[in-house]
């Protein structure tokens, strides 16, 4: 059993900058990888970056250079710099778990971020 919530959207104005945090709570056991997602009315829930146990990162494009996923693994937390952001970043963005033994995914609620001038 596995729980996500996230925060730290809000709305910002072009070029700005924003931390996003996934908080787990529950007991992660064995190997995972965490995954930040992003979703708009027009598209479907995209992957934005992941970062697996052993540190090892990956970011679409679009957003290399410009977002960092990290985690505080004390505090079971997962976070998603966002810097230089642009109106296209606007979406719901959601925290995944994916659990490989389990071969199984856990969601958050989301959090809203909105570019705009």
């Known amino acids: 059993q596995v729980q996500l919530e996230e925060s730290g959207g809000g709305l910002v104005q072009p070029g700005g900058s924003l931390r996003l945090s996934c908080q787990a709570s529950?007991?992660?056991?064995?190997?995972?990888?965490m995954s930040w997602y992003r979703q708009t009315p027009d598209m479907q829930r995209g992957l934005v970056a992941s970062l697996d146990s052993d540190g090892k990162t990956h970011y679409r494009d679009f957003v290399k250079g410009r977002f960092t996923i990290s985690t505080d693994n004390a505090a079971m937390t997962t976070y998603l710099q966002m810097n230089s952001l642009e109106p296209q970043d606007t979406a719901i963005y959601y925290c995944?778990?994916?659990?490989?033994?389990?071969?199984?995914?856990?969601w958050g609620q989301g959090t809203q971020v909105t570019v705009s001038s």
């Open positions: 529950g007991t992660i056991a064995g190997p995972y990888v």
């Open positions: 995944n778990l994916y659990h490989i033994r389990r071969s199984r995914n856990f």
